[in-house]
């Protein structure tokens, strides 16, 4: 089972496995092919412990790689609460040290848990990157299929929107597979509207 792995120098950490979205895209919906991003080896058998997360870490050179990611193949954010335990004990391990630490999230944390998150994370998350995938809210939900329907993209956008007030960076993304230049142009002036940043990720064929 597959908690901690590397990836471009930065080190992955997988939580879970749950998630409310079903995107199109999802590296999920393909098969091990020898990729980290394909392997079987990313559905967890059980959601680690907050222990087991953190002796996963241990076991490995925290501090020489550039970057912590929360990320895997689930919505990270279902474990917010661990996320920041987790945080909290490296930091108070290793100090100055420990690399910056992201979150790779779709944006419904406050959805999902039932309370504003966003004031947890000033202090603990450096950047938190955002799925944006979409210019319209229901062209968001054919794209995503989330649980919560139209009312999670403005949910999202609410989300960057506070979280620029308490992390240092604040990313919103999407996948250039499929979308024009007028959209790609279009998802530019949200981000701005919003005052984070844009970045456009290229599609991985799983």
């Known amino acids: ?23 199109e895209f999802c590296l999920r919906h393909g098969k091990a092919q020898g990729s980290i991003y394909t392997e ?14 953190m002796d996963s870490f241990l076991s490995r050179d925290v501090c020489s790689y550039r970057e912590i990611v929360f990320c895997g193949y689930g919505e990270p954010t279902y474990r917010l ?33 039932g309370r504003d998150v966003c004031p947890e994370l000033k202090g603990r998350i450096d950047t938190v990157s955002i799925s944006l995938n979409a210019v319209t809210a229901r ?35 999407i996948v250039d597979k499929d ?8 998802c530019k002036d949200i981000a701005q509207k919003l005052g984070v940043t844009l970045r456009i990720r290229s599609f991985i064929d799983s």
């Not at 089972?1 to 995107?23: F, G, K, Q, S, W």
């Not at 609460?81 to 630490?101: E, M, N």
């Not at 939900?141 to 609410?158: F, N, R, S, T």
């Open 40 to 53: 079987d080896s990313l559905w967890l058998e059980h959601e680690p412990s907050r222990q087991e997360a």
């Open 179 to 186: 979308k024009s230049p007028e959209e790609i142009q279009t």
């Open 81 to 113: 609460d661990d996320i920041l335990w987790l945080v909290d004990q490296l930091k108070a391990r290793f100090g100055d040290k420990l690399p910056p630490v992201r979150i790779n999230t779709n944006g419904h944390a406050n959805l999902i848990l």
């Open 139 to 173: 062209e968001y939900v054919a794209l995503c299929h989330p649980v919560q329907g139209e009312a999670a993209y403005q949910a999202m956008l609410d989300f960057a929107r506070e979280c620029k007030q308490y992390v240092p960076h604040v990313i919103l993304t």
């Open 1 to 23: 089972m597959t908690i901690t792995y590397e990836y471009e120098d930065a080190l992955y950490v997988n939580l879970t496995n749950r998630c409310n979205c079903n995107c």
